[in-house]
Protein backbone atom coordinates (compact mmCIF):
# COMPACT_ATOMS: atom_id res chain seq x y z
CA UNK A 1 0.00 0.00 0.00
CA UNK A 2 1.49 3.23 -1.19
CA UNK A 3 1.40 6.58 0.62
CA UNK A 4 -2.27 7.40 -1.89
CA UNK A 5 -3.64 4.33 -1.45
CA UNK A 6 -6.66 4.70 0.95
CA UNK A 7 -9.13 1.87 -0.14
CA UNK A 8 -9.00 -0.97 1.85
CA UNK A 9 -11.28 -2.31 5.19
CA UNK A 10 -13.02 -0.07 7.81
CA UNK A 11 -11.41 0.53 11.24
CA UNK A 12 -13.69 0.40 13.95
CA UNK A 13 -12.26 2.85 16.97
CA UNK A 14 -13.90 2.47 20.36
CA UNK A 15 -13.47 5.31 22.87
CA UNK A 16 -14.34 3.73 26.22
CA UNK A 17 -15.32 7.07 28.39
CA UNK A 18 -15.98 7.73 32.06
CA UNK A 19 -15.88 11.30 33.05
CA UNK A 20 -13.80 12.32 30.39
CA UNK A 21 -15.67 15.77 28.90
CA UNK A 22 -12.21 17.93 28.95
CA UNK A 23 -10.45 14.71 26.74
CA UNK A 24 -13.13 13.96 24.54
CA UNK A 25 -12.89 16.72 21.78
CA UNK A 26 -9.00 16.51 21.39
CA UNK A 27 -9.30 12.89 20.82
CA UNK A 28 -12.31 13.06 18.38
CA UNK A 29 -11.14 16.20 16.67
CA UNK A 30 -7.87 13.92 15.77
CA UNK A 31 -9.96 11.47 14.19
CA UNK A 32 -11.90 13.12 12.02
CA UNK A 33 -8.91 14.96 10.60
CA UNK A 34 -7.77 11.23 9.98
CA UNK A 35 -6.40 11.02 6.13
CA UNK A 36 -7.79 6.90 6.26
CA UNK A 37 -11.48 7.44 5.08
CA UNK A 38 -12.72 4.28 5.72
CA UNK A 39 -13.25 4.97 9.99
CA UNK A 40 -16.16 4.19 12.39
CA UNK A 41 -16.26 6.27 15.79
CA UNK A 42 -17.87 4.38 18.92
CA UNK A 43 -17.46 6.07 22.27
CA UNK A 44 -19.13 3.76 25.34
CA UNK A 45 -20.04 5.63 28.44
CA UNK A 46 -19.49 4.35 31.52
CA UNK A 47 -22.48 6.00 33.30
CA UNK A 48 -20.45 9.39 33.24
CA UNK A 49 -22.17 12.04 35.76
CA UNK A 50 -20.45 15.20 33.91
CA UNK A 51 -21.88 15.95 30.33
CA UNK A 52 -20.17 13.72 28.45
CA UNK A 53 -22.62 12.33 26.59
CA UNK A 54 -24.37 15.59 26.31
CA UNK A 55 -21.43 17.06 24.61
CA UNK A 56 -21.08 13.55 22.06
CA UNK A 57 -24.72 14.15 20.99
CA UNK A 58 -24.50 17.91 20.61
CA UNK A 59 -20.89 17.95 19.04
CA UNK A 60 -20.29 15.12 17.72
CA UNK A 61 -23.43 13.48 15.98
CA UNK A 62 -21.53 11.49 13.56
CA UNK A 63 -20.03 9.26 17.04
CA UNK A 64 -21.84 6.72 17.94
CA UNK A 65 -22.94 6.47 20.92
CA UNK A 66 -23.20 3.30 23.63
CA UNK A 67 -24.61 4.49 26.84
CA UNK A 68 -24.15 1.98 29.51
CA UNK A 69 -26.40 2.11 33.04
CA UNK A 70 -23.34 1.92 34.96
CA UNK A 71 -19.84 1.94 35.21
CA UNK A 72 -18.87 -1.09 33.70
CA UNK A 73 -15.09 -0.59 33.87
CA UNK A 74 -12.36 -0.44 30.97
CA UNK A 75 -12.92 -3.73 29.59
CA UNK A 76 -16.80 -3.78 29.93
CA UNK A 77 -17.18 -0.70 28.02
CA UNK A 78 -14.53 -1.84 25.31
CA UNK A 79 -16.43 -5.33 25.07
CA UNK A 80 -19.87 -3.06 24.84
CA UNK A 81 -17.81 -0.98 21.71
CA UNK A 82 -16.54 -4.31 19.88
CA UNK A 83 -19.61 -5.58 20.29
CA UNK A 84 -21.44 -3.34 17.73
CA UNK A 85 -18.18 -2.43 15.88
CA UNK A 86 -18.91 -3.20 12.25
CA UNK A 87 -15.28 -3.34 10.94
CA UNK A 88 -12.62 -6.19 9.82
CA UNK A 89 -10.48 -3.85 12.09
CA UNK A 90 -10.90 -2.50 15.47
CA UNK A 91 -8.92 -0.20 18.01
CA UNK A 92 -9.30 0.75 21.38
CA UNK A 93 -8.69 3.91 21.80
CA UNK A 94 -8.22 5.92 25.29
CA UNK A 95 -10.79 9.23 25.77
CA UNK A 96 -7.32 10.89 26.58
CA UNK A 97 -5.26 11.00 23.78
CA UNK A 98 -4.80 12.34 20.28
CA UNK A 99 -3.55 10.37 17.18
CA UNK A 100 -1.14 11.69 14.43
CA UNK A 101 -3.67 12.31 11.19
CA UNK A 102 -1.82 9.05 9.25
CA UNK A 103 -2.86 7.28 12.30
CA UNK A 104 -5.09 5.22 10.86
CA UNK A 105 -3.30 5.08 7.59
CA UNK A 106 -0.05 3.74 9.38
CA UNK A 107 -2.32 1.05 11.45
CA UNK A 108 -4.12 -0.78 8.41
CA UNK A 109 -0.59 -0.31 6.26
CA UNK A 110 1.01 -2.69 9.27
CA UNK A 111 -1.75 -5.68 8.92
CA UNK A 112 -0.74 -5.34 5.29
CA UNK A 113 2.75 -6.00 5.62
CA UNK A 114 2.09 -8.42 8.46
CA UNK A 115 -1.34 -10.60 7.30
CA UNK A 116 -0.16 -12.70 10.15
CA UNK A 117 -0.41 -10.00 12.58
CA UNK A 118 -3.38 -10.02 14.87
CA UNK A 119 -2.31 -6.71 16.91
CA UNK A 120 -0.66 -3.83 15.82
CA UNK A 121 1.00 -1.69 18.77
CA UNK A 122 0.85 1.91 18.45
CA UNK A 123 3.76 4.19 19.08
CA UNK A 124 2.67 6.11 22.20
CA UNK A 125 4.17 9.38 23.45
CA UNK A 126 3.16 11.64 26.53
CA UNK A 127 0.98 14.46 25.76
CA UNK A 128 2.76 17.17 27.14
CA UNK A 129 6.26 15.69 27.00
CA UNK A 130 5.88 14.47 23.04
CA UNK A 131 9.72 13.76 22.40
CA UNK A 132 9.24 11.12 25.40
CA UNK A 133 7.46 7.63 25.05
CA UNK A 134 5.01 6.12 27.52
CA UNK A 135 5.29 2.68 25.06
CA UNK A 136 6.40 1.06 22.24
CA UNK A 137 4.47 -2.15 22.56
CA UNK A 138 3.89 -4.04 25.42
CA UNK A 139 6.45 -6.81 27.43
CA UNK A 140 6.32 -9.86 29.65
CA UNK A 141 8.96 -11.38 30.64
CA UNK A 142 9.77 -15.04 31.66
CA UNK A 143 9.71 -14.12 35.44
CA UNK A 144 6.09 -12.73 35.19
CA UNK A 145 6.56 -9.26 35.27
CA UNK A 146 4.04 -7.04 32.61
CA UNK A 147 5.84 -3.43 31.55
CA UNK A 148 5.88 -1.10 28.80
CA UNK A 149 8.71 -0.96 26.23
CA UNK A 150 10.41 2.35 26.47
CA UNK A 151 8.45 3.72 29.18
CA UNK A 152 9.63 7.02 30.33
CA UNK A 153 12.45 7.36 27.81
CA UNK A 154 13.87 10.04 25.46
CA UNK A 155 12.72 9.22 21.67
CA UNK A 156 15.25 9.75 20.02
CA UNK A 157 14.45 6.81 17.06
CA UNK A 158 15.53 4.22 19.29
CA UNK A 159 12.21 2.21 18.85
CA UNK A 160 12.13 3.18 15.13
CA UNK A 161 11.90 -0.11 13.50
CA UNK A 162 8.98 -2.08 12.74
CA UNK A 163 9.36 -5.35 14.55
CA UNK A 164 7.19 -8.18 16.69
CA UNK A 165 6.35 -7.38 20.37
CA UNK A 166 4.50 -9.36 22.91
CA UNK A 167 0.90 -7.76 22.91
CA UNK A 168 -0.39 -3.74 22.74
CA UNK A 169 -1.00 -1.34 25.25
CA UNK A 170 -5.03 -1.14 25.48
CA UNK A 171 -4.94 2.72 25.26
CA UNK A 172 -4.03 2.69 21.90
CA UNK A 173 -4.67 -1.17 20.24
CA UNK A 174 -5.49 -2.35 16.75
CA UNK A 175 -6.61 -5.77 16.15
CA UNK A 176 -8.15 -8.29 13.45
CA UNK A 177 -12.00 -8.75 13.92
CA UNK A 178 -11.24 -12.46 13.11
CA UNK A 179 -8.91 -13.22 15.81
CA UNK A 180 -11.30 -11.49 18.78
CA UNK A 181 -13.99 -13.96 17.07
CA UNK A 182 -11.33 -16.88 17.69
CA UNK A 183 -9.94 -15.99 21.46
CA UNK A 184 -12.22 -13.66 22.63
CA UNK A 185 -12.98 -10.48 23.71
CA UNK A 186 -11.50 -8.92 27.14
CA UNK A 187 -11.86 -10.84 29.86
CA UNK A 188 -14.88 -8.28 32.46
CA UNK A 189 -13.42 -10.02 35.17
CA UNK A 190 -10.11 -7.85 35.14
CA UNK A 191 -12.10 -4.41 34.80
CA UNK A 192 -8.97 -2.13 34.69
CA UNK A 193 -5.96 -2.95 33.80
CA UNK A 194 -3.30 -5.80 32.37
CA UNK A 195 -6.48 -6.72 30.16
CA UNK A 196 -4.92 -6.09 27.21
CA UNK A 197 -1.60 -8.38 28.38
CA UNK A 198 -4.17 -10.77 29.16
CA UNK A 199 -5.74 -10.43 25.68
CA UNK A 200 -2.26 -10.51 23.93
CA UNK A 201 -1.45 -14.06 26.10
CA UNK A 202 -4.19 -15.49 24.56
CA UNK A 203 -3.27 -14.43 20.98
CA UNK A 204 -0.19 -15.23 21.40
CA UNK A 205 -0.98 -18.75 22.41
CA UNK A 206 -3.50 -19.09 19.28
CA UNK A 207 -0.18 -18.66 16.87
CA UNK A 208 -0.92 -14.57 16.32
CA UNK A 209 1.62 -11.80 16.22
CA UNK A 210 1.63 -8.27 17.39
CA UNK A 211 3.33 -5.85 15.26
CA UNK A 212 4.83 -2.69 16.78
CA UNK A 213 4.19 0.16 14.36
CA UNK A 214 6.41 3.17 14.67
CA UNK A 215 4.75 5.62 12.23
CA UNK A 216 1.31 4.89 14.52
CA UNK A 217 2.00 7.90 16.31
CA UNK A 218 -0.67 8.28 19.57
CA UNK A 219 0.05 11.49 22.20
CA UNK A 220 -1.44 10.62 25.37
CA UNK A 221 -2.22 12.14 28.84
CA UNK A 222 -0.59 9.27 31.20
CA UNK A 223 -3.26 8.33 33.76
CA UNK A 224 -5.17 11.16 32.98
CA UNK A 225 -8.60 9.01 33.67
CA UNK A 226 -6.76 5.93 36.33
CA UNK A 227 -4.06 5.69 38.16
CA UNK A 228 -3.24 5.71 41.61
CA UNK A 229 -4.76 3.73 44.17
CA UNK A 230 -7.13 2.46 41.73
CA UNK A 231 -4.60 1.43 39.02
CA UNK A 232 -2.33 -0.35 42.31
CA UNK A 233 -5.32 -2.37 43.31
CA UNK A 234 -6.00 -3.75 40.32
CA UNK A 235 -2.16 -3.98 39.02
CA UNK A 236 -1.75 -6.50 42.04
CA UNK A 237 -4.79 -8.33 41.57
CA UNK A 238 -4.50 -8.76 37.81
CA UNK A 239 -1.12 -9.30 37.62
CA UNK A 240 -1.88 -12.78 39.72
CA UNK A 241 -4.99 -13.25 37.55
CA UNK A 242 -2.77 -13.35 34.17
CA UNK A 243 -0.59 -15.75 35.47
CA UNK A 244 -2.64 -18.17 36.88
CA UNK A 245 -5.08 -18.18 33.33
CA UNK A 246 -2.08 -17.80 30.89
CA UNK A 247 1.63 -18.53 31.68
CA UNK A 248 2.10 -22.33 30.47
CA UNK A 249 2.88 -25.19 32.01
CA UNK A 250 6.36 -25.98 30.37
CA UNK A 251 6.88 -22.47 31.49
CA UNK A 252 6.11 -22.51 35.35
CA UNK A 253 8.42 -25.67 35.32
CA UNK A 254 11.65 -23.95 33.68
CA UNK A 255 10.97 -20.32 35.25
CA UNK A 256 8.49 -20.50 38.05
CA UNK A 257 10.98 -19.91 40.40
CA UNK A 258 11.69 -17.01 39.08
CA UNK A 259 8.01 -15.99 39.26
CA UNK A 260 7.38 -16.42 42.67
CA UNK A 261 10.51 -14.17 43.59
CA UNK A 262 9.38 -11.33 41.52
CA UNK A 263 5.92 -11.57 43.10
CA UNK A 264 7.67 -11.95 46.60
CA UNK A 265 9.90 -9.29 45.94
CA UNK A 266 6.21 -6.81 44.58
CA UNK A 267 4.93 -7.92 48.25
CA UNK A 268 8.26 -7.10 50.38
CA UNK A 269 7.87 -3.36 48.35
CA UNK A 270 4.51 -2.97 49.23
CA UNK A 271 5.27 -4.39 52.76
CA UNK A 272 7.65 -1.53 53.28
CA UNK A 273 5.51 1.21 51.63
CA UNK A 274 2.60 0.09 54.05
CA UNK A 275 1.83 3.38 54.99
CA UNK A 276 1.03 4.56 51.53
CA UNK A 277 -2.18 4.39 50.40
CA UNK A 278 -1.07 2.82 46.85
CA UNK A 279 0.88 0.38 48.72
CA UNK A 280 -1.90 -0.73 50.30
CA UNK A 281 -4.13 -0.90 47.36
CA UNK A 282 -1.64 -2.93 46.12
CA UNK A 283 -1.16 -5.43 49.04
CA UNK A 284 -5.10 -5.81 49.10
CA UNK A 285 -5.24 -5.99 45.30
CA UNK A 286 -2.65 -9.36 45.52
CA UNK A 287 -5.17 -10.88 48.19
CA UNK A 288 -7.71 -10.53 45.43
CA UNK A 289 -5.77 -11.83 43.32
CA UNK A 290 -5.42 -15.14 45.66
CA UNK A 291 -8.99 -15.61 46.00
CA UNK A 292 -9.93 -15.33 42.85
CA UNK A 293 -7.70 -17.85 41.92
CA UNK A 294 -10.05 -20.84 41.41
CA UNK A 295 -12.21 -18.49 38.95
CA UNK A 296 -8.89 -17.87 36.75
CA UNK A 297 -7.52 -21.61 36.69
CA UNK A 298 -11.26 -22.50 35.76
CA UNK A 299 -10.32 -20.66 32.52
CA UNK A 300 -7.08 -22.14 32.16
CA UNK A 301 -7.67 -25.54 30.30
CA UNK A 302 -9.61 -23.69 27.45
CA UNK A 303 -7.17 -20.88 26.68
CA UNK A 304 -4.27 -23.62 26.89
CA UNK A 305 -5.85 -25.82 25.07
CA UNK A 306 -5.95 -23.17 22.19
CA UNK A 307 -2.04 -22.93 22.41
CA UNK A 308 -0.56 -23.69 18.90
CA UNK A 309 3.00 -21.94 19.53
CA UNK A 310 6.52 -23.93 21.17
CA UNK A 311 8.00 -23.48 24.11
CA UNK A 312 10.72 -22.11 21.88
CA UNK A 313 9.01 -19.51 20.58
CA UNK A 314 7.53 -18.64 23.90
CA UNK A 315 10.90 -18.02 25.24
CA UNK A 316 12.19 -16.22 22.34
CA UNK A 317 9.05 -13.19 22.63
CA UNK A 318 9.34 -13.28 26.31
CA UNK A 319 12.97 -12.87 26.12
CA UNK A 320 12.89 -10.15 23.28
CA UNK A 321 10.63 -7.91 25.11
CA UNK A 322 11.40 -8.32 29.20
CA UNK A 323 14.10 -5.57 28.82
Given at each position: ?22 FL??C ?26 D????D???V ?32 D ?7 AF ?7 R ?8 S ?10 LH???D ?29 A??G???Y???M??Q ?6 D??F ?15 W ?15 A ?9 Y ?56 V ?9 P ?5 R ?11 G???S
Amino acid sequence: MNATDHSGPLLSVVIPNWNGTQFLPTCLDSLARQSWPALETIAVDNASSDNSRDLLRRDYPSVQLVELPQNNGFTGACNAGLRVARGELVALLNNDTEVHPEWAFEVVAAFRRHPQAGAVASKMLLFDRRDHLHTAGDCFSLDGRASNRGVWQQDRGQFEREEYVFSACGGAAVYRRCMLDQIGLLDDDFFFSCEDVDLGWRAQLAGWRCVYAPRAVVYHHLSATGGGVTASFYDGRNLIYLLAKNYPADLWRLYGMGVLRAQSRLLLEALKAWRGAEARARLRGMLAGLVGLPRMLRKRPAIQASRRVSLQYLEEILGETSS
